[in-house]
């Protein structure tokens, strides 16, 4: 969509500025927009506002939508070591297995979202793994309990973490166990300028057409390190529809490609109506 954009902004014009085309590598694991920023970016490419967009299963190919304001959450990483005395399957009273307190330690988690943050904030918190070192006939004496969490704010996110703490060590604690945890902070909110969500909004009306675009009515938990450059220079994130593809991470999952003129339409849209030659 990138490629597709530069070409029809270099064979038509209609534009009057410097486009800068930015092809950012390893989203999924939040490190390439930091990497690229470390590298020099914003000094040796300078740029005053940027723009992005993200497939999105589900939505109609050509349909666009967006939000102004928070659009994507932050998200943070943590595991839980729990560790204790494994033994025979049949003897769990003569050692001092994990596996019923981490099962209880994953349901624990669950309780810090609904009954220790407010309604009122968006947040989750998913366990994603659960590995122990058991086998058919023997208890574990470790396990291992992964998973994220994601927030609109810095206050939730730390709320978080310390629930999470009081929980593990009080699941641990009434198992005869011990916890171990850590905690870290991947991905930043990702929030629109609200001007920006606006042209953008008209970029993409002058390319879909206004049935086809929409405002997003609420934010998704998703995480996206796009947001690290919205740190630097306002911006727009917007989504694009992929039609009824398999969802976002599903192994089945494919990008259709009737979606790229579409793409390439919107980006060449928002440059001319931002670097207008009028």
């Not at 304001?69 to 025979?88: T, W």
């Not at 366990?127 to 208890?139: K, P, Q, S």
């Not at 969802?247 to 919107?266: C, E, K, Q, S, V």
Request: charged share 20%; glycine share 10%; hydrophobic share 45%.
């Amino acid at each position: 969509m990138l490629l597709g954009a530069a070409k029809l902004l270099a064979q038509d014009g209609g534009f009057d500025g410097t486009v800068r085309f930015i092809f950012q590598p390893a989203e999924e694991w939040g490190k390439g927009a930091l990497a690229m920023l470390d590298d020099g970016l914003m000094e040796r490419f300078p740029f005053e506002e940027i723009y992005a967009l993200h497939n999105m299963p589900g939505f109609p190919i050509g349909h666009f939508e967006t939000r102004p304001g928070p659009i994507m959450s932050a998200e943070d990483n943590f595991e839980i070591v729990l560790k204790g005395i494994g033994g025979h399957a049949a003897r769990p009273h003569a050692g001092n297995e994990v596996l019923v307190a981490a099962c209880a330690l994953v349901t624990n988690l669950q309780t810090i979202v609904s009954r220790r943050l407010s309604p009122a904030d968006i947040s989750v918190v998913s366990v994603t793994e659960f590995i122990t070192d058991g086998t058919r006939n023997a208890l574990p004496g470790l396990a291992r309990i992964l998973g994220d969490a994601r927030s609109f704010r810095p206050e939730v996110s730390a709320e978080i973490e310390k629930q999470m703490r009081v929980i593990a060590e009080g699941t641990a604690l009434a198992h005869n166990v011990s916890a171990e945890m850590s905690y870290t902070r991947e991905f930043v909110p990702l929030v629109n300028d609200e001007g920006l969500v606006e042209e953008a909004f008209a970029a993409a009306r002058s390319v879909f057409g206004a049935n086809h675009v929409g405002t997003a009515r609420e934010p998704m938990t998703g995480s996206e390190d796009f947001a690290r450059f919205l740190e630097h220079v306002p911006g727009c994130f917007v989504f694009l529809g992929n039609g009824n593809s398999a969802p976002l991470h599903n192994p089945t999952y494919d990008f259709n490609d009737a979606g790229l003129i579409h793409g390439a339409g919107f980006h060449a849209a928002i440059v001319r109506r931002r670097l207008s030659t009028a």
